[in-house]
């Protein structure tokens, strides 16, 4: 398996940018590299994909977030 660069939020999947390891959404959050499938929102109101996981925001989120 390959080794995640970026962390992803537990809580709202939000893949965080580079060299970030806090969500700037829920700063409380706890993050993790262990995510994968990886989803770019561009219009989250006709993203099936944002409904589906409840991504009200757009941007990059992880379809899978392990946290330990
Ligand atoms: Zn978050």
């Known amino acids: 398996?390959?080794?995640n660069k970026r962390f992803?939020?537990?809580e709202c999947h939000l893949v965080l940018p580079e060299s970030t390891d806090q969500?700037?959404?829920c700063p409380s959050s706890?993050?993790?590299l262990d995510w994968s499938g990886y989803v770019l929102i561009l219009d989250y109101n006709r993203?099936?994909?944002a409904q589906r996981l409840k991504?009200?925001?757009n941007g990059e989120y992880?379809?899978?977030v392990s946290v330990r």
């Open 1 to 3: 398996m390959v080794q």
């Open 8 to 10: 992803a939020c537990g």
């Open 23 to 25: 969500c700037v959404h």
């Open 30 to 32: 706890p993050v993790t």
């Open 47 to 49: 993203s099936e994909v």
């Open 55 to 57: 991504i009200e925001r």
């Open 62 to 64: 992880a379809l899978k």
